[in-house]
C-alpha cells in the first residue's frame, strides 16, 4: 500500500464529493528542492505535457529554468501560466501556424529537413537545436523514442540535410542538438545516453545539447525514486568547458503529487472473483490502462488491513476499466480509496466525455 502524506488525508476528510483530485504542491516543492540540488551545471526544463496543470507550472516555475512544449496549445497554456519563462517548442508535426509561434520560443526542436525548410521559408529568426535519433541501444526503457526507426526527430543522414539548410540563413540559428530517445530509463543507462549524445554534438561542432526526460519512475515502488544524486554526478562528469547541457523530465517530477480520491460503490463476488467498483474510473485516471499496471492506492480512515485479493474497477462499461488488479486489501462499501503516483499522465490524457460521469473537482494542498 501506498503512504498517503497527512495534508492529503486532511483533504479527502473535507471532501464532499468523489472522486477528485488533490494535489500535492508542498511535496511538489519538496521534491524539486532535491531534484535540483542534485543537478549543478545542469539546466531543468519540465516537460509539461506530463501535467499543465497551471497551479503545478506555476509551483515547478522557482524551481526549473523553462519548459518544454509540444504543440501551439502547449506554448499558449505555458505562457498565459507562467508568463516570461523560458520555453522550448519541441513535437512532430509542428504546423506552420505552430512554426510561426515556436520561433518566438527560447528554442526550437527541429523534427525533420520538411519542417526546417517550412521554418526558413517563413523568414523569422530562431534559434534552433535539431533532434536526432541515433541508432543507439535503449534496452530496458518503456517507450522508446529512439535507437531505431521512429517517427521522433532525425537519424544522422537527416541532421547532414539540415545542417546544408541551414547554412546561408543566418537569421535561424544552430545552437545545438536534442535528443530524448527512451523513458523509463534508471540513472546509469540514461547518463551513457547522454554522454553518446553529447559525443555526436561535438563531432558536430556544437557546444548545446539538450537530452530529454525519461527518468524512470517505478509505479510497483511508490517510495522509491530515481537517483537524481548518480544522475547529477554522471552527467557533471561528462559536461567539457563551454558546453551546456539541459535536461527536460516530466513524469518523475509531478507524479508524486498527484492523488485521485473516491469512494467504493459495490463491493461483489462474481465467478468467484472479488471486485469493488469505484466512483469515477479511468476516463479520470487512464494511466494504469496506458502503462499496463495496477495503480497503487490506499485505504483511508484507517480500514484496510490485509484481505482477499480484490480487483478495483471504476463505473465504465468496459473490462479495460480496471485501475488495480488482485490488491490484497480489504475493501468495503464507502471506503475513501486515495491512488497515488497520479500526478503525470493522468487526468491530462484521459477521456473524460466517455459516460458522462461528473467529473472530479480539483484540490490543492
Ligand atoms: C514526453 C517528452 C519528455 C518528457 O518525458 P518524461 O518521460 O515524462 O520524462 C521530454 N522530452 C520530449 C521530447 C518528450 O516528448
Known amino acids: 500500500m501506498i503512504a498517503v502524506p497527512s495534508s492529503v488525508r486532511a483533504a479527502a476528510g473535507r471532501l464532499r464529493d468523489f472522486p477528485a483530485y488533490v494535489y500535492d504542491l508542498a511535496a ?4 524539486m528542492r532535491a531534484v535540483r540540488s542534485a543537478l549543478p551545471g545542469v539546466e531543468l526544463y519540465y516537460a509539461a505535457k506530463a501535467n499543465p496543470d497551471p497551479a503545478l507550472l ?24 507562467v508568463p516570461g519563462a523560458r520555453l522550448a517548442f519541441g513535437g512532430p508535426g509542428k504546423t506552420d501556424d505552430e512554426l510561426a509561434a515556436a520561433a518566438g520560443a527560447h528554442r526550437v526542436h527541429v523534427e525533420s ?52 539548410l541551414l547554412s546561408g540563413h543566418p537569421g535561424v540559428r544552430l545552437r545545438g542538438v536534442h535528443a530524448h530517445l527512451a523513458s523509463g530509463l534508471e540513472a546509469g543507462p540514461l547518463v551513457d545516453l ?3 549524445v553529447l559525443g555526436y554534438a561535438r563531432g558536430l561542432g556544437v557546444r548545446e545539447v539538450n537530452v530529454g526526460g525519461g527518468m524512470a519512475v517505478a509505479y510497483t515502488e511508490p517510495s522509491r525514486r530515481f537517483d537524481w544524486e548518480a544522475y547529477g554526478k ?22 508524486y503529487c498527484g492523488w485521485y480520491l473516491t469512494r467504493v460503490i459495490d463491493v461483489k463476488r462474481v465467478h468467484g472473483e472479488l471486485f469493488a467498483v469505484v466512483a469515477g474510473g479511468t476516463h479520470h485516471l487512464r494511466t494504469p ?54 500526478g503525470a499522465y493522468a487526468w491530462n490524457i484521459s477521456h473524460h466525455e466517455f459516460l458522462l460521469h461528473p467529473k472530479p473537482k480539483f484540490f490543492y494542498v
Not at 526507426?149 to 539540415?162: L, N, Q, R, S, Y
Open 234 to 255: 554522471g552527467l557533471t562528469g561528462l559536461i567539457a568547458d563551454g558546453e551546456r547541457v539541459r535536461i527536460e523530465p516530466g513524469r518523475a517530477l509531478t507524479v
Open 289 to 342: 490502462v496506458t502503462k499496463g499496471h495496477d495503480q497503487p492506492f490506499a485505504v483511508l480512515d484507517g480500514a484496510g488491513g490485509p484481505g482477499e485479493p480484490v480487483t478495483v474497477v471504476g463505473q465504465l462499461c468496459t473490462p479495460k476499466d480496471v485501475l488495480a488488479r488482485r490488491a490484497g486489501t480489504s475493501v468495503r462499501v464507502g471506503d475513501v480509496l486515495a491512488f497515488g503516483m497520479a
Open 58 to 81: 506555476t509551483t515547478l516555475a522557482p524551481h526549473v529554468d523553462g519548459f518544454e512544449v509540444s504543440s501551439g496549445g502547449e506554448l499558449a497554456h505555458v505562457r498565459s501560466a
Open 194 to 196: 547522454a554522454g553518446a
Open 28 to 31: 511538489l516543492s519538496t521534491h
Open 113 to 164: 529537413p520538411g519542417e526546417l525548410r517550412r521554418l526558413l521559408a517563413m523568414g523569422v529568426e530562431a534559434d534552433v537545436l535539431l533532434r536526432v535519433n541515433l541508432d543507439i541501444p535503449v534496452a530496458g526503457a518503456s517507450l522508446a523514442m529512439g535507437g531505431g526507426a521512429t517517427p521522433f526527430g532525425m537519424d544522422p543522414a537527416g541532421i547532414d540535410e539540415c545542417l546544408t
